[in-house]
């Protein structure tokens, strides 16, 4: 048999599945719907492609959370050094940034998309850009090609890489989890995961695009859900950033339960004590001002007031009168910034979608289906997700490079067979 094995999908993880292919000198055929490839790549990590993370392994599994030892064998065939070294050998000179984020030196996610293409051009790939699947052809339990609106391709494997839900215009529409359904797998719930949140308070949307660095945000439901530290920002309905992203999936996961309240405290580093006599300071400086012109050293000025609101604070109040309670209401606040989170923004505007095949019905060693033969899955199609920092991406790679290689391998050991 002489059939190609055919990929579906010319993301991140189709293009490394026909990369793994390939290389081991097997005919590929790589579907896309989109007339280019890589078209979400492109807009990862703000156009400059996070592509990975030096992490070392078990850091980079907790990143997945609860299913992150699905990875141990995709990361052990291709591991964030060796997907270093491979864009190297392709050209690409890589850079890496703050919390071990690793990026193209050129800041441009284009560069990497060109020499995925270039290097994909110089292996028996036959890429057909512009070609929607509709559908996967199964004879008996055996997966033998797909259709698509240009008609059938006969396939010895099929790679499942259609992506997830989010940012549809990319490509990502959701179609592989209908073909994996239509197989007999089953499709875990699937959730936006790192997703900006709304809020009830509408004084959000004063504040939007203020960004706040070194805050440690806690999430609540009925009891404590999580507490992150860093960087968040402000928006037209509510918050966003990174930490608010990683709380999301959370959060996203208890408000089909309840309510969630987000608790904000503005200066994680001092302690209440510590705090309140910085306070006092501050208040002796201004002493003869009102009380929103006696915050300024302390928050920003947009911040200072819906602070001042929530404490019951007159901010026309002069400094001086300030009793000790109100004070204590102040540093409260600063210490405890509440917000209500409504909902999380819909799917579409995830980064990543939560949920997907279910990781009990693939080989974690191989990425075949365990329930249809020759048929493999690779990247965000599957209930994988992780935190920002290049883990998805890498995920993506690395699933996708092993779906290859073992699918290129039954179709050498079949052709032994013969
Ligand atoms: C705004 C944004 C920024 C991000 N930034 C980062 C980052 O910096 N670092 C990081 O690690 N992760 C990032 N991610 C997440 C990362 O992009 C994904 O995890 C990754 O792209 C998943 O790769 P994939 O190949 O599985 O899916 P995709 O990249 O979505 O590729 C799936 C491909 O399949 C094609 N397809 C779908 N259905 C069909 C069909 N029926 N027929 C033919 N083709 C089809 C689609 O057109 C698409 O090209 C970001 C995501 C977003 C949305």
């Not at 992506?163 to 490509?171: E, I, V």
Request: aromatic share 6%.
């Amino acid at each position: 048999m002489n059939s190609p094995v055919v990929v579906v999908g010319g993301g991140a993880a189709g293009i490394l599945a026909a990369i793994g292919a390939a290389e081991k000198e097997v005919p590929v055929v790589l579907l896309e719907k989109n007339t280019r490839l890589g078209l979400k790549l492109l807009i990862t990590g703000k156009g400059r492609s996070n592509l990975t993370n030096t992490a070392p392994l078990d850091f980079f599994i907790q990143q997945f959370p609860g299913h992150g030892r699905f990875l141990y064998s995709a990361l052990a065939n291709l591991s964030n050094n060796d997907l270093i070294s491979f864009f190297h050998r392709l050209g690409v000179e890589l850079k890496v940034e703050r919390g071990g984020r690793v990026f193209p030196v050129s800041d441009r996610s284009k560069d990497v998309v060109e020499a995925l293409s270039r290097y994909l051009a110089k292996l028996p790939v036959d890429l057909r850009l512009g070609t929607n699947v509709t559908g996967v052809n199964l004879t008996g339990n055996t997966v033998t090609g797909v259709k698509t609106e240009q008609g059938l391709v006969t396939a010895h494997a099929v790679i499942l890489a259609t992506g997830g839900l989010s940012y549809p215009r990319t490509g990502s529409t959701g179609d592989g989890y209908r073909f994996a359904q239509a197989l007999g797998h089953t499709v875990t719930p699937l959730r936006p995961s790192l997703i900006p949140l709304e809020t009830k308070e509408n004084w959000v949307a004063d504040l939007s695009g203020l960004t706040l660095k070194n805050v440690k945000v806690t999430a609540w439901g009925k009891k404590k859900l999580g507490e992150e530290f860093g960087e968040m920002l402000f928006t037209h309905f509510g918050v966003s950033g990174p930490i608010i992203l990683t709380l999301s999936r959370i959060v996203v996961r208890e408000l089909e339960k309840g309510p969630v309240r987000l608790s904000i405290n503005l200066k994680p580093a001092l302690d209440r004590d510590t705090l309140e006599r910085r306070v006092i300071r501050d208040f002796d400086k201004y002493a003869s001002k009102h009380l929103k012109n006696a915050l300024v050293d302390l928050l920003p000025q947009k911040l200072i007031q819906p602070v001042l609101n929530i404490s019951n604070l007159d901010p026309h109040q002069p400094v001086h009168q300030v009793t000790r309670k109100e004070r204590q209401c102040l540093v409260d606040t600063l210490q405890g910034l509440p917000l209500t989170v409504t909902q999380a923004r819909p799917i579409a505007e995830a980064i990543v979608t939560s949920g997907g095949v279910s990781l009990k019905e693939v080989n974690p060693k191989t990425m075949e289906s365990k329930i249809v033969s020759n048929l493999y899955f690779a990247g965000e199609i599957l209930d994988l997700d992780g935190y920002t920092g290049g883990y998805n991406l890498q995920a993506a790679f690395s699933t996708g490079y092993l779906a290859g290689r073992s699918a290129a391998g039954r179709h050498h050991s079949s052709r032994r067979d013969q």
